[in-house]
Structures are given as C-alpha cells and as structure tokens.
C-alpha cells in the first residue's frame, strides 16, 4: 500500500524551529518529487516547495527562502521539512504529497498541525 | 504569481442532481508540452486533499466516472453528473505550470 506517514503534532513558541518528517512506504521514495504544502486554520493550502529525494535538489517558494530546509534520508525513505523563525503565522496544518505525473499529487501525508505561540 | 478564482464559493445540491464548479486563471495553463497543468482536489471534512483531476481532463486512479474535468486555456470546470452525499467538501483547482502552485479559493458543497 502506497502511502506517506507525518510525524506528530508540534507546539511550538515564537522564534523556534520545527522539523516534520514525511516516511513513504509502498514504493521507492527517490523516483518522484516530493512537495510540501501548508493549511492554516479555515484557510486554502499554500505551496511551500519542492524536495527530489535522491538528489537532494529542491525549490522553495520565495516567501520561505532563508527559513526553510528540505532534506531527505533514502535509507529509511523519509523526508523532512524545517522552517526556523517561526511566527503565530506559521500555525498551521503541514502535509506532504508525492507529484506521480505531471503535477498529479495522488499521495498526500495525514497532515502535522504546528501551532505557534507568541 | 498566477491567480486562481473559482465559482460558486458555495454550492448546495441536491443528491442525484449534477454539480457544475468553474475555475479561472489569470494566464493560460497550456504548457509547451502539450499539457495543460490544471488540477482539482476535493479536501473531506477533518481530511488531506484527494486528487481527482489532473492535467485538466485526466481522472486520477479510484475516482469515480461521475467526476470529469474540462476547459482549455484560463477556463476550466469540474462537473460531477449525479451529485452523491459522500461528495460534500471543499473542491479546489490549482495551477502546476509554474511555481508557486497557486489554488482557488475552494467551493464548499454541502447536500440540499
């Protein structure tokens, strides 16, 4: 079964960092892209960026640049997703999901909500 | 950045009754390719996103054949021909031609 597994809910307080982790099972983690998207409460999602997990290339939206950090660790299928400084604004749902084709996001993670306190 | 703006923002239905949801973008999203990079995604209450539709017109893998994509260009439209209850949520279109990915505003559909 193909499917992506976040880790857990993360309280954090303004200036803090958080680091979700994405684990794929159910197929090889390096052959697609892996994007990262964010959902704020009662809010549209928000594209963050994008991580080639057997590479290591990314490309991150411009409002995240400098505070964001996409790895990947093949070994154990995993990607993470860092964003340092963080703000109550950053509260939010976080999700990974796989691009299969042309964009297609078939695969999506449960979700991390990160809630940041001021 | 490319900007999506979708219509209606609420749209009740009756079930067995069609649903018809319209999706603009500010440029077109036909790609060199040949490909159109339009998507739409139906997010369940308490739920991640689930694809339904991709590069316009394709159905993703277990999507119901009720649901089907069209449009070319900057005009889109996702229409499910007999509305079911299990089909209440949020439907979003977003843009994959270029970064940043940019979505609608989403349209909630609830049953009459």
């Known amino acids: 079964q193909v499917q992506l597994v976040q880790s857990g809910a993360e309280v954090k307080k303004s200036g803090a960092s958080v680091k979700v982790s994405c684990k794929a099972s159910?197929?090889?983690?390096?052959?697609?892209?892996l994007h990262w998207f964010r959902q704020a409460p009662g809010q549209g999602l928000e594209w963050m960026g994008w991580?080639?997990?057997?590479?290591?290339?990314?490309e991150i939206a411009q409002k995240f640049q400098g505070r964001i950090t996409m790895t990947s660790d093949t070994s154990i299928s995993t990607v993470y997703m860092e964003l340092s400084r963080l703000t109550p604004d950053d509260t939010a749902v976080y999700y990974c999901?796989?691009?299969?084709?042309?964009?297609?996001?078939?695969?999506w993670g449960q979700g991390t909500m990160v809630a940041v306190s001021s | 950045e490319i900007v999506m703006t979708q219509s209606p923002l609420s749209l009740p239905v009756t079930p067995g009754e069609p649903a018809s949801i319209s999706c603009r973008s500010t440029?077109?999203?036909?790609?060199?390719?040949?490909?159109?990079?339009l998507n739409w995604f139906l997010q369940k209450p308490g739920q991640s996103p689930q694809l339904l539709i991709y590069?316009?017109?394709n159905r993703a893998s277990g999507v119901p054949d009720r649901f089907s994509g069209g449009g070319s260009g900057t005009e889109f439209t996702l229409k499910i021909s007999r509305v079911e209850a299990e089909d209440v949520g949020i439907y979003y279109c977003?843009?994959?031609?270029?970064?940043?990915?940019?979505f609608g505003q989403g349209t909630k559909l609830e049953i009459k």
């Open positions: 999901t796989r691009d299969w084709d042309r964009r297609a996001f078939d695969i």
């Open positions: 159910g197929y090889t983690l390096g052959v697609y892209w």
């Open positions: 991580l080639k997990p057997d590479s290591g290339a990314t």
């Open positions: 440029q077109s999203l036909l790609h060199s390719s040949g490909n159109t990079y």
């Open positions: 590069v316009a017109s």
């Open positions: 977003m843009q994959g031609l270029q970064t940043p990915y940019t």
